[in-house]
């Protein structure tokens, strides 16, 4: 038989396993192929001894529902610069690209399928220059791929976002308060975005619009004067005041530090008290539940389709690609082309424009 490697790496998201299991699916429709799975992104194959599960239809049965990944999954598996501890303790980062190359020979896989976000697309690139037949899933809950319109995971931590939302606004009027409620995103503002509009909040605070503490407090301050006597804040985990520390996760902009992002709704709150906020005001953090549990159906929707796709990449032998949808149409991008640019939400944009146009401050 014929044999597909699907592995999935980096942070989990919403909708890994409807991937897996469309491409499990897929493949069964296809008579001769045997898809396997790598545990742990790529560990699975370098691991000693290696941990490679065979994939079918009794085990990937029912999987879509489910959140995380059966395959398991980390940030610490990258094949370009492995972690290993040398006699003496030290940890040394280490190339494992030709290891890896010669041990997926050896079990003789005809192509990889990696699932993953940004991260992941690079370490294939890489691996496909190599000569590895690899095809790319992208994956992100945060939505800053910029050769994909959408990916699976982004609208169930959307919805996640805005349930706790609402739920936020209705205590924030019984007591009077500004609420503020972190998201994540990393360096950008999608999900804050979307689940401003989709929530309703007053203020939204992204990292693409660094804001002026004066100015989001001049927006409360207005609204309480209206007798509104509430505001609801949502905040990107990467969002910034104008001339304060530069936080960036992946480091991407000049001069940024490699900080753990989160806990910013703590520093506004701070900030806020500091230039003479009279409201009370409280933070939510929602961290890592908007990637847990079940996707939404348009997820699970969208992953299936992601699987299938795939497969079916594999079939036609079109390596170094990623899958993607464009235009209401489920595509294809090459890999190169899908890391060039991170996918930050534009300032001409109509979302944009939109929110703006509903009143939401942005703090600018
Ligand atoms: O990229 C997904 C994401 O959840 C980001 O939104 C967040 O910044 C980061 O991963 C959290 O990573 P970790 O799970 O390593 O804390």
């Known amino acids: 038989k014929k044999k597909v490697l699907v592995l ?18 897929r493949a069964k429709s296809e008579r001769g192929w045997q898809v396997l799975g790598s545990m742990e992104a790529f560990n699975g194959v370098l691991n000693e001894p290696m941990e490679i599960i065979k994939l079918n239809n009794k085990n990937t049965a029912g999987i879509h529902v489910k959140g995380g990944t059966i395959l398991r999954t980390t940030n610490k598996g990258n094949p370009l610069s492995f972690p290993r501890e040398n006699p003496d303790g030290t940890i040394e980062n280490i190339d494992l690209t030709d290891i890896l190359m010669e041990r997926l020979d050896s079990l003789g896989v005809e192509a990889v399928i990696n699932i993953g976000g940004d991260g992941s697309q690079r370490i294939s690139q890489v691996l496909y220059e190599k000569g590895l037949n690899v095809i790319g899933v ?54 804050a975005l979307h689940t401003a509009l989709a929530g309703g909040a007053e203020i939204c605070l992204i990292p693409e619009i660094p804001y002026d503490i004066n100015k989001v407090l001049g927006h409360i301050n207005r609204r309480y004067k209206k007798g509104k006597g509430f505001v609801n804040i949502v905040m990107a985990e990467g969002a910034r005041p104008k001339d304060g520390e530069v936080y960036s996760r992946s480091g991407k902009e000049e001069g940024a530090e490699h900080i753990r992002l989160g806990g910013v709704a703590y520093q506004l709150s701070h900030q806020l008290k500091e230039a003479g906020c009279e409201a009370e005001i409280r933070e939510t953090v929602l961290g890592h539940t908007q990637r847990g549990g079940t996707p939404i159906a348009f997820d699970r929707l969208l992953a299936t389709l992601f699987g299938v796709k795939a497969f079916e990449m594999v079939l036609d032998k079109e390596f170094g690609k990623m899958v993607a949808y464009k235009n209401n149409g489920i595509t294809s991008v090459s890999l190169l082309e899908a890391t060039k640019e991170y996918n930050f939400v534009k300032k001409d944009s109509y979302l944009l424009k939109a929110a703006r146009g509903t009143g939401i401050s942005f703090g600018d």
Do not use: Y
């Not at 998201?13 to 897996?20: R, S």
């Open 138 to 191: 992208p994956k992100t809950i945060d939505n800053d791929l910029s050769q994909t319109d959408f990916t699976f995971g982004f609208r169930t931590a959307v919805q996640i976002a805005t349930d706790s939302f609402d739920k936020l606004v209705t205590t924030a009027e019984s007591h009077h308060r500004v609420m503020i409620m972190e998201v994540m995103g990393r360096d950008a503002g999608w999900i």
């Open 8 to 25: 999935t790496g980096g942070g989990d998201c919403p909708g890994l396993n409807a991937v897996i299991r469309g491409v499990v699916k």
